[in-house]
């Protein structure tokens, strides 16, 4: 078998094996589902990306003879690095079959690179940062919701085996309608939420359509005040927010996003989306094939028969000085009360640090730990 040679992305041909490997990859795997082909060219686009504006790196391929088997970014996010105070490398991408030669190389010079620039901690996989798609999926290898990450189960024994450990876990949680019904627990909650509220002046409205991009920036500034303090976090950039709204904002319902008020002023914030990879499953996004054809196929299914029957809450911040006075609460009730009377059968709540306390309450709703994503990191000095 020829050995594996690791060279990075130099051409616009190679970016274009680089962009169109996981249709390779997982062509026989039921459980990948395929991004908008646009959605990944935005991301890897050093131009387009807003996150390109802060960091460094470079992607590579892994050749055996003349084939392509395997992908890896490494790069260096300033941002965080400066705001977590920390000198770390990070990487991702990371794409490649049951075969340790292959991933061994691809980790290797990744490494390799860290440790060229003087960094001597590796962690990963990120894709590129935490606002997206983060962490090795470790348990429950089912399709994934919207832009939640999939991988192979092996992945897990391929970095490993390199020499990574686990620095981190983060949790996807899970309710549907028969478990609130098991769990017995929605009028008891609402009560409690409801004296929550009267006591700390917190009211809960729906988010305004009509002003959009203002409410995008109201909701950018929780974020970035909320999660300021969370491992691995990296407040969001204007172009980034720019971003959020190009992405998100076609598909966000009023009926699925709350902002939590003091005194009219917003503390928390709780937004979840229809989850599209239900549809995207479905009209099977290809580089072959036109996108326009693929986006009619998605509204198709998501507007026109309404067969989407899940939804996502990605979103979720309440300012430090107002926790623990029920307002995660009071948003989790109204993100799940409008859920209820929906065509909605399930929602997916992730990503969640496993230290956060959020999981204790999001329990007592009828909501359980399904899918966890790990972090690894490496001492790449040895």
């Given at each position: 078998m020829?050995?594996?040679?690791?060279?990075p992305?130099?051409?616009?041909?190679?970016?274009?094996?680089?962009l169109?490997?996981?249709?390779?990859?997982?062509?026989?795997?039921?459980?990948?589902?395929?991004?908008?082909?646009s959605?990944?060219?935005?991301?890897?686009?050093?131009?387009?990306?807003?996150?390109?504006?802060?960091?460094?790196?470079?992607?590579f391929?892994?050749?055996?003879?003349?084939?392509?088997v395997?992908?890896?970014?490494?790069?260096?996010?300033?941002?965080?690095?400066?705001?977590?105070?920390?000198?770390?490398?990070?990487?991702?991408?990371?794409?490649?079959?049951?075969?340790?030669?292959?991933?061994?190389?691809?980790?290797?010079?990744?490494?390799d690179?860290?440790?060229?620039?003087?960094?001597?901690?590796?962690?990963?996989?990120?894709?590129?940062?935490?606002?997206?798609?983060c962490?090795?999926?470790?348990?429950?290898?089912?399709?994934p919701?919207?832009?939640?990450?999939?991988?192979?189960?092996?992945?897990?024994?391929?970095?490993?085996s390199?020499?990574?450990?686990?620095?981190?876990d983060?949790?996807?949680l899970?309710?549907?309608r028969?478990?609130?019904?098991?769990?017995?627990a929605h009028?008891?909650?609402?009560?409690?939420?409801?004296?929550?509220?009267t006591?700390?002046?917190?009211?809960?409205?729906?988010?305004?359509?009509?002003?959009?991009?203002?409410?995008?920036?109201?909701f950018?500034?929780?974020?970035?005040?909320?999660?300021?303090?969370n491992?691995?976090?990296?407040?969001m950039?204007?172009?980034?927010?720019?971003?959020?709204?190009?992405?998100?904002?076609?598909?966000?319902?009023?009926?699925?996003?709350?902002?939590?008020?003091?005194?009219?002023?917003p503390?928390g914030?709780?937004?979840?989306?229809?989850?599209?990879?239900?549809?995207?499953a479905?009209v099977?996004?290809?580089?072959?094939?036109?996108?326009?054809?693929?986006?009619?196929?998605?509204?198709?299914?998501?507007?026109?028969?309404?067969?989407?029957?899940?939804?996502?809450?990605?979103?979720?911040?309440?300012?430090?000085?107002?926790?623990?006075?029920?307002?995660?609460?009071?948003l989790?009730?109204?993100?799940?009360?409008s859920?209820?009377?929906?065509?909605?059968?399930?929602?997916?709540?992730?990503?969640?640090?496993?230290?956060?306390?959020?999981?204790?309450?999001?329990?007592?709703?009828?909501?359980?730990?399904?899918?966890?994503?790990?972090?690894?990191?490496?001492?790449?000095?040895?």
């Amino acid at each position: 078998m020829p050995h594996v040679i690791v060279r990075p992305v130099a051409t616009p041909q190679d970016h274009k094996r680089f962009l169109e490997f996981p249709w390779q990859h997982y062509k026989d795997d039921p459980n990948w589902i395929a991004p908008l082909v646009s959605q990944r060219r935005d991301l890897l686009d050093k131009r387009k990306n807003p996150a390109w504006e802060y960091m460094e790196g470079d992607y590579f391929l892994a050749w055996r003879g003349n084939e392509v088997v395997g992908t890896i970014a490494a790069f260096v996010n300033h941002r965080h690095n400066a705001h977590a105070n920390e000198q770390v490398c990070w990487f991702g991408m990371f794409e490649s079959p049951d075969d340790p030669q292959v991933a061994h190389a691809l980790l290797k010079t990744a490494q390799d690179w860290a440790r060229a620039r003087g960094y001597k901690v590796l962690r990963g996989p990120q894709s590129f940062t935490t606002h997206e798609e983060c962490g090795l999926l470790v348990d429950n290898f089912s399709p994934p919701v919207v832009l939640m990450p999939y991988n192979p189960p092996y992945y897990q024994a391929l970095i490993e085996s390199a020499g990574f450990s686990k620095v981190m876990d983060i949790y996807s949680l899970y309710f549907d309608r028969a478990l609130i019904e098991e769990a017995n627990a929605h009028e008891r909650l609402k009560k409690t939420s409801e004296r929550a509220m009267t006591r700390s002046g917190i009211r809960i409205r729906p988010l305004d359509m009509a002003r959009r991009r203002e409410e995008f920036a109201k909701f950018r500034d929780i974020y970035n005040a909320a999660w300021h303090d969370n491992w691995g976090f990296v407040p969001m950039t204007d172009r980034e927010l720019d971003a959020l709204v190009a992405s998100l904002g076609m598909f966000v319902d009023p009926k699925f996003a709350f902002f939590a008020e003091h005194e009219g002023v917003p503390v928390g914030f709780a937004l979840a989306i229809p989850n599209l990879n239900e549809a995207l499953a479905r009209v099977r996004p290809h580089p072959r094939v036109p996108e326009i054809f693929t986006l009619l196929g998605v509204l198709w299914h998501w507007k026109i028969v309404r067969s989407i029957r899940s939804a996502r809450l990605p979103l979720m911040g309440v300012v430090k000085e107002h926790r623990e006075k029920g307002v995660e609460l009071a948003l989790l009730l109204a993100i799940m009360e409008s859920a209820l009377p929906s065509r909605y059968q399930y929602m997916d709540s992730g990503w969640i640090l496993q230290t956060n306390k959020l999981i204790s309450i999001a329990s007592k709703l009828g909501n359980k730990i399904y899918k966890t994503y790990r972090f690894y990191q490496k001492d790449v000095t040895t």
